[in-house]
C-alpha cells in the first residue's frame, strides 16, 4: 500500500482511520525501510481490535456514556503513540457530536431541489441552530475535557492535534464555535486541520463563507485534507472537478502545513494525479 502511494509520486501518507492492527508492522517496517514517511495520523489508528472499517465516530469524546469516554481515550492513546513511533508530525481529530436528529441530509436534500432559498430551509436552519445552541454545553464540556488530557500527552510525544472541521451540522465544534476553542487552548501542541470539502459542504448550506472561515483560522492552521466536492455534498472528488475554489484559498497556504489528498477509492491513479496536479499548479509544490 505505502510503495504504491510513493509510486504515485508522495513523499509522505497519512494513516487514516481505516488503518487494521494487523497492517501495522508491515507499515512501520515500511517506514523504516524508507520506503514512506507518514506526516499525519487519523484518530483512531490503528482501528480498535474487531472493527474492520473506518470508524473515525466510533467512540465519542462526547459522550456522556463513561465507558465510551474511556474508550475515546484508550484509542486515542494508542494512536499518539503510534504516530510517535512512525515519526509523524501530527494527528487529526474528532471532537465527537451533539445528541440530536440527523439535519445535515435534510438540508443538503433540499440544497439539491434548489430550496435553499425557501422558506422551508430557513425554518429547518433556524430550528437547528436553536437546538445546537440550547444542548451543546455538556457535549463540548466533555469533548474539551478529552482534548485538555489528550494535548498533554502529544506535547509530551512532541506531536501536534489538529481539530478537524466537520460536514456534518450535528457535530462539534460548529465552525462558529472553532475560534473560541482554540483560544482556550492557546498551546503549541493544538491547532486547526482543514478539511477542504467539509469547509465547501458548509458553505453550499449556507453556513460559512469558505475562503473567509480559513482565513480566520489561519494563524492556528496545521494541515490540510485536500479534495473536491459536487455540488452540493459529494466530497472526496478530484480537485478541480467540483465547486471548491482552491485559487481563493492560495494566500492562506504555507509551505510548512501539512496537504493530505483525501481521495475517493473510486478514483483512477490517472484521476488522483490529475488533481494533485491541478492543486500544485495553484498553491505551489510545497
Same mark, same amino acid.
Given at each position: ?54 470508524? #473515525? ?8 456514556? !463513561? ?24 494527528? =487529526? ?46 457535549? =463540548?464540556? !466533555? @469533548? ?45 501542541? =493544538? ?20 475562503? @473567509? ?23 472526496? @472528488?478530484? #480537485? ?10 492560495? #494566500? ?33 509544490? @510545497?
Amino acid at each position: 500500500m505505502l510503495r504504491e502511494i510513493r509510486s504515485l509520486g508522495f513523499e509522505y501518507a497519512e494513516l487514516s482511520h481505516g488503518i487494521r492492527i494487523s497492517l501495522l508492522p508491515g507499515i512501520i517496517e515500511g517506514v523504516e525501510a524508507g520506503d514512506i514517511k507518514i506526516s499525519s495520523l487519523h484518530n483512531f489508528c490503528p482501528l480498535p481490535m474487531g472493527v474492520n472499517h473506518a470508524a #473515525p465516530n466510533l467512540y465519542q469524546f462526547s459522550s456522556p456514556d !463513561r465507558r465510551e469516554q474511556e474508550n475515546a481515550w484508550r484509542h486515542s492513546v494508542k494512536t499518539i503513540e503510534t504516530a510517535a513511533r512512525v515519526k509523524a508530525q501530527a494527528v =487529526v481529530l474528532h471532537m465527537g457530536s451533539i445528541d440530536m436528529k440527523p439535519y445535515t441530509d435534510r438540508l443538503l436534500e433540499m440544497v439539491q431541489k434548489g430550496l435553499k432559498e425557501s422558506p422551508k430551509y430557513a425554518a429547518l436552519r433556524a430550528e437547528l441552530m436553536e437546538k445546537w445552541e440550547d444542548k451543546k454545553q455538556p457535549f =463540548v464540556e !466533555r @469533548a474539551s475535557e478529552m482534548l485538555e488530557r489528550l494535548s498533554g500527552l502529544a506535547a509530551q510525544h512532541g506531536l501536534k492535534l489538529g481539530i478537524e472541521n466537520r460536514q456534518a451540522l450535528e457535530e462539534i465544534p460548529l465552525d462558529s464555535d472553532l475560534q473560541m476553542l482554540l483560544l482556550e487552548f492557546n498551546r503549541p501542541a =493544538v491547532g486547526y486541520w482543514h478539511d477542504c470539502g467539509h469547509a465547501q459542504i458548509k458553505e453550499n448550506l449556507g453556513f460559512i463563507e469558505h475562503r @473567509a472561515h480559513l482565513e480566520a483560522m489561519a494563524p492556528r492552521l496545521l494541515g490540510f485534507h485536500v479534495h473536491d466536492v459536487v455540488f452540493p455534498g459529494r466530497d472526496h @472528488a478530484a #480537485p478541480g472537478s467540483g465547486c471548491v475554489d482552491f485559487a481563493a484559498l492560495q #494566500p492562506m497556504i504555507k509551505p510548512e502545513h501539512i496537504k493530505v489528498f483525501e481521495l475517493s477509492p473510486r478514483l483512477s491513479s490517472e484521476g488522483a494525479a490529475e488533481g494533485v496536479a491541478f492543486v500544485k499548479g495553484l498553491w505551489g509544490a @510545497a
